[in-house]
């Protein structure tokens, strides 16, 4: 009988972002009431949130430069076209990303050549290194969290004169052999929507040790003649190299964005310990059942647990449907890459038709079976068992019919 084994119902919603800490709402709530919510000053010089935010947020990486921005795709839009890149050039993508991957490419003009992924879900080297050849960049997406082996990958980027730009939506607190992802390349490119490490509703970060790109960056992001209001940007003389040529499209990060992340910053490395150990607590339990296989993740990745990733092998798409409406009815809303019909948050390559379709049959595996659920810091011991125990149960549903 369908159904029959348990009656567990997951209570809490894994989409529930955490609050903001008192300290960014209170900040929030003082410029609000002063009215300055735009990052630059017309008498005031430097010392806003956003300038402040750009100061820590370089500091913690370790990169000399950062510039704030509206979103995370805007960051990775304006390192491609701070760097020079655009119509005429080839970037190569891993396939195994998010819409606004393959959207960012496309808004500098470039075209989007998409790189197969592995079934541990990073970016597949031997693809790489062929792409490698006709390509002038990688957007690196560190898709969900997994971290490709980044020696390989810069070295592979080094030998084809291939310039590496990080997408580093997911791994903000997170590294590859001690040092923090976004360091590796030209740039790194960071997130600040809700559903990431870091909350402001929207925003992005670019982080570069490039002078060059770091003032056309900020020159593109809409500095006006303002620019020396920036934190961690480069002095004057680099600016006046750019200034005139460069046009302004505004792309500013709002301060209050920036008010509400500053404080989230400090408090990422305790949350990071904290995502890890409920991700090491969920994945012993999926690993365990079976038909479920979770990615292998190598001990010199150092990954951020925000979410897990799983695949469901062995069913064809009709059955891993029926498992996901089980495990609906019972509270526990599983995504999953294998829909043909992109929903929510998902999405696949062969859903990007105005990309040139591509034949990446490896990627194509994964994906179908591919799930995906969020942890959000709240998580609890009985959150833990009752997600197992609805996936268990779903999953022997199928095992009854089959
Ligand atoms: C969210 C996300 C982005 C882009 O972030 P936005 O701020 O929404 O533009 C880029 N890459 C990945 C992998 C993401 O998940």
Redo the contacts with the bound molecule.
């Keep these: 009988m369908v159904g029959t084994s348990g009656s567990a119902r997951l209570e809490k919603d894994l989409s529930e972002p955490d609050p903001i800490p008192a300290a960014g709402v209170d900040r929030a709530v003082e410029l609000m009431e002063s009215g300055r919510l735009h990052r630059y000053g017309e008498t005031g010089g430097g010392g806003s949130e956003v300038a402040l935010l750009e100061d820590e947020f370089a500091r913690y990486l370790g990169r000399e430069y950062a510039v704030a921005v509206n979103?995370?795709?805007?960051a990775?839009y304006l390192a491609l076209t701070a760097a020079g890149l655009g119509s005429g050039d080839v970037v190569l993508v891993n396939s195994f990303?998010?819409a606004?991957?393959p959207g960012a490419i496309e808004h500098a003009g470039a075209t989007a050549l998409l790189v197969e992924s592995t079934p541990d879900l990073v970016i597949d080297l031997d693809d790489l290194a062929d792409k490698a050849q006709a390509a002038e960049a990688l957007v690196l997406?560190?898709?969900?969290g997994h971290i490709a082996d980044m020696d390989a990958v810069a070295i592979i980027c080094e030998e084809h004169g291939v310039a590496l730009i990080e997408?580093c939506?997911?791994t903000v607190g997170g590294g590859w052999g001690g040092r923090p992802t976004g360091t590796f390349g030209l740039a790194g490119?960071f997130?600040?929507?809700t559903?990431?490490h870091l909350n402001a509703g929207?925003?992005?970060l670019l982080v570069t040790d490039d002078e060059d790109l770091a003032a056309r960056a900020v020159l593109y992001s809409g500095s006006y003649e303002l620019f020396d209001q920036h934190g961690a940007a480069p002095p004057e003389d680099v600016f006046a190299r750019h200034r005139g040529s460069v046009p302004n499209l505004s792309l500013r990060m709002s301060a209050l964005s920036a008010a509400v992340l500053r404080p989230q910053l400090e408090l990422l490395d305790g949350r990071v310990s904290r995502w890890n150990e409920l991700y090491a607590q969920l994945e012993s339990r999926l690993a365990a059942l079976p038909g479920i296989s979770t990615p292998v993740r190598p001990l010199k990745e150092q990954y951020v647990g925000s979410s897990i990733q799983f695949r469901i092998t062995g069913l064809e798409p009709a059955a891993i449907e029926r498992v996901i409406s089980r495990c609906d009815e019972r509270g526990l809303h599983v995504k999953w890459f294998g829909r043909a019909e992109p929903r929510g948050?998902t999405s696949s390559f062969s859903h990007w038709r105005y990309l040139d379709a591509a034949s990446l049959p490896q990627t194509a595996d994964v994906l179908a079976g591919l799930c995906d659920l969020r942890i959000p810091l709240s998580l609890e011991p009985p959150d833990i068992d009752a997600i197992a125990e609805i996936l268990a149960g779903a999953l022997d549903a199928e095992a009854g019919i089959a």
């Design positions: 979103s995370g795709a805007t990775i990303t998010l606004p991957v997406s560190h898709m969900r997408d939506a997911h490119c997130s600040a929507q559903f990431k929207e925003g992005g948050y």
